[in-house]
Structure formats: C-alpha cells, structure tokens
C-alpha cells in the first residue's frame, strides 16, 4: 500500500492513483489514468482517435485539451520517470513512451495477470 503523499486526488473523478513507480504499479496505474482521462474527455485525444482539426480555432482547443492530457500524465508518474516523458509533445508520445517501457504483452501477460 502506498504512503498517502505517494497518492493524489484525481481532479476529474475524486478518486485516488498512486503515481506510476515502474512495472510493479503499471497495471492499477494504467486503469485508474484510462478512467480519469476518459472522465475528463481527453482519452481520445491520448489515444489518437480524436485527430488535431485543421480549423484553426478547433485546433487551438484541441491542443488545449492535448495540452492538459500530458500534464496529467507527467502529474502521475515518480520524478525517476520524467526524463522518459519530459520530450513529448502530445500526451499520445507520452502514453506510448510509457506504454513501450511497462506494458506486458504475449504469453508473459497472462502470467502477470494472474
């Protein structure tokens, strides 16, 4: 269980994620952000789904949007992880990153789930 100065008050929901400290609490971590972003509307953005408008005053508010999602993301995760992430320019490079450094795929998955 993590220290209560290791967990915030997410903004969207009011529920509480512990930062991201590497592959021990990817999978909670993973989870909880999926849920938040999704609250706050930006998952489809974080995702790629929702692309950036060529109108410009779309854009503008897109970016906002895309803006806040990488906030959120650097928000939730240990100081130890930020320079993987400090680089991105969109929460979609920021999830990825983070995504290629702890997600497990294949076989080992099912092991780990378990």
Do not use: C
């Amino acid at each position: 269980m993590a220290a209560d100065s290791d967990l915030k008050t997410y903004v969207g929901g009011g529920f509480r994620i512990e930062n991201l400290k590497g592959a021990e609490n990817f999978v909670a971590w993973q989870v909880q952000m999926e849920d938040g972003l999704d609250d706050l509307g930006y998952w489809e953005i974080v995702t790629g789904k929702s692309k950036k408008p060529d109108d410009e005053k779309e854009a503008e508010v897109w970016m906002r949007k895309d803006r806040k999602a990488l906030t959120q993301i650097r928000g939730y995760i240990a100081g130890s992880l930020i320079p993987y992430v400090r680089s991105a320019k969109t929460s979609k490079d920021a999830w990825e990153t983070i995504q290629s450094m702890f997600k497990v795929s294949g076989p080992m998955a099912a092991v780990i789930i378990r």
